[in-house]
């Protein structure tokens, strides 16, 4: 790890570079005045996010924070991820209606192993810290806990908005849920954070992270709120587990298609939260797109190049805008198309009766038979550019099978 530790002061930056660095993808700084003093003061700041690898992989609603943690590493400071494999077992309840099925740590070490590579699609490597919370919490006794827990009351924790409107409605809430806050906030005691950042969603226990430190003779943390992005379904928050997300893994062409697909009204919001353009700009793109002059197609393939050279390149980010061109506005087949084996009845003049569930489900194309069912009966499944209404269809060797929008396959009998 880089041993230089000079650090840029806030104040010397120009006027536009401290209003992109406390303004730009910001929702709230706690409080603001003690973050200013902290970047002033000349020597490395501690600043925590955590994540807990519940689904294998990030999206861009996770890039927010992780942008704004980029830039202030570009200042000198350093970033710590927090890999929280402990909590994960419980699930954060953060914006949750219902208890969470636990995690077995098999599946949490499947989920983590996917973190490393893409975090450092954003953040500094070499300028990262990473931790992961059994460091501390395997050595915890439940002497450890009961003295924890005799900190906060069960008054404090139901005043949690997602713990009050489930416990109003009757609805369970798990005793290991509370535990969630109280967990995420000895984190921050663990490895003494100067920031915690998070989105919105996070306030509570951010704070709660703040006062526990007070309570055990730390300085109190800092904590930085970040927007919560909105996902590809134009109405809730980015999330795996409602399939709305852009994940900074995907390849190139399914990235972009996906940007493509956002609605007309998130456009700016991705503008501003996910890309380096200038404010300036941003607030001449806004009245354009308000006023009606500009062309939303014209801005969203903008946005989509912007998103998709940070994390491929822009000889990738070219090739996935010509090919959304071709395959999605001028209706032409995509150049390379993978081959799917399959096997079935020969029913005469080169036709074959097939089954389509099991090879695509098997080759990842399609999560479930269930979800192929379900875009059958949507109409979003096609062989040879004919819709089927069920899931046995007749094909030739080299027949085409387009599932939903941007999966197209290549059948190949065996």
């Given at each position: ?17 401290r ?6 993808g ?11 003093s ?16 519940s ?9 927010v ?9 570009d ?17 954060d309840p ?7 099925p ?7 070490e ?6 490393m ?10 300028r ?28 404090q924790?139901l ?9 109003n ?11 969630y806050p109280?967990l995420?906030?000895y ?12 989105g919105t ?22 904590v ?15 999330s795996k587990s ?7 893994a ?5 990235m972009?298609?996906k940007v ?52 491929h ?42 089954e ?14 269930s ?7 949507q ?7 004919a ?16 599932v939903?929008?941007?999966t197209f396959v ?5």
């Amino acid at each position: 790890m880089s041993g230089d530790t000079r650090v840029t002061l806030l104040r010397d930056l120009p006027q536009a570079r401290r209003d992109f660095l406390l303004r730009r993808g910001v929702a709230e700084i706690i409080p603001e005045s003690e973050f200013i003093s902290l970047l002033n003061r000349g020597t490395p700041a501690r600043l925590k996010e955590g994540f807990d690898p519940s689904s294998p992989d990030i999206h861009l609603g996770h890039v927010v924070g992780l942008r704004k943690l980029r830039q202030l590493q570009d200042l000198g400071h350093k970033v710590i991820l927090i890999v929280g494999n402990w909590t994960a077992r419980i699930g954060d309840p953060s914006g949750q209606s219902a208890t969470r099925p636990m995690l077995t740590e098999q599946q949490i070490e499947q989920n983590a192993r996917t973190y490393m590579d893409q975090f450092f699609k954003v953040v500094d490597k070499d300028r990262t810290e990473v931790r992961w919370q059994t460091e501390w919490f395997s050595k915890f006794t439940l002497d450890t806990v009961i003295r924890l827990t005799a900190r906060f009351t069960v008054a404090q924790i139901l005043a949690r908005e997602d713990f009050n409107k489930r416990y109003n409605a009757g609805s369970p809430i798990s005793l290991c849920e509370t535990l969630y806050p109280l967990l995420q906030a000895y984190d921050s005691v663990a490895i003494d954070s100067d920031v915690e950042f998070g989105g919105t969603d996070q306030k509570f226990n951010c704070l709660l992270g703040r006062e526990l430190q007070q309570m055990m003779g730390q300085n109190p943390q800092q904590v930085f709120f970040t927007p919560i992005l909105v996902g590809t379904d134009g109405k809730s928050k980015m999330s795996k587990s409602l399939g709305n997300y852009i994940g900074v893994a995907e390849p190139p062409e399914q990235m972009y298609g996906k940007v493509m697909s956002l609605d007309d009204g998130l456009i700016i919001d991705y503008f501003d939260l996910v890309t380096d353009i200038p404010d300036g700009e941003i607030v001449e793109l806004r009245h354009s797109f308000e006023s009606g002059a500009a062309n939303p197609m014209q801005l969203k393939k903008r946005l989509a190049r912007e998103i998709t050279t940070q994390f491929h390149g822009q000889a990738a980010a070219e090739q996935a805008d010509q090919h959304f061109t071709r395959v999605h506005q001028q209706h032409e087949l995509p150049e390379d198309m993978p081959d799917v084996f399959v096997e079935g009845d020969a029913e005469g003049d080169g036709l074959t009766r097939v089954e389509l569930a099991r090879p695509l489900v098997d080759g990842g194309y399609v999560k479930s038979a269930s979800e192929l069912k379900r875009l059958v009966a949507q109409n979003a499944v096609e062989v040879d550019g004919a819709k089927v209404d069920e899931l046995s269809v007749l094909v030739r060797d080299g027949s085409v099978v387009k599932v939903g929008r941007r999966t197209f396959v290549r059948l190949r009998l065996k």
